[in-house]
Nanobody, 119 residues
Framework: VQLQASGGGLVQPGGSLRLSCVAS????????MAWYRQAPGKQRELVAG???????NYLDSVKGRFTIFRDNAKNTAYLQMNSLKPEDTAVYYC??????????????WGQGTQVTVSS
């Protein structure tokens, strides 16, 4: 199972970006999809997560600005980021809890996509 993240880039403060994460491989179901981020010199932190049923949770500092949603049929999760701030600058990683067709549960990571918020 692989996760492919995309959509990062350079944006001015107040701007928007949408990240995408596509899961592929021997997938039976995806219990949870989430976005983490890691800024230079800081620990990786959970930004947002969404269950297969649509329940979401967010880091306090992004509530009201970021929205996570998913397309279960496409095994894809998105992170819509609005009103971006310089402190949102980080490498964003996709993560998922996946039940595989061959049995068992795994938690793969995507490769990371850089988000830079700067004027």
């Amino acid at each position: 199972v692989q996760l492919q993240a995309s959509g990062g880039g350079l944006v001015q403060p107040g701007g928007s970006l949408r990240l995408s994460c596509v899961a592929s491989g021997s997938i039976l179901s995806i219990t949870l999809m989430a976005w983490y981020r890691q800024a230079p010199g800081k620990q990786r932190e959970l930004v947002a997560g969404i269950t297969s049923g649509g329940t979401t949770n967010y880091l306090d500092s992004v509530k009201g600005r970021f929205t996570i949603f998913r397309d279960n049929a496409k095994n894809t999760a998105y992170l819509q980021m609005n009103s971006l701030k310089p402190e949102d600058t980080a490498v964003y990683y996709c993560n998922a809890i996946v039940r595989t067709e061959v049995g068992g549960t795994i938690r793969p990571w995507g490769q990371g996509t850089q988000v830079t918020v700067s004027s």
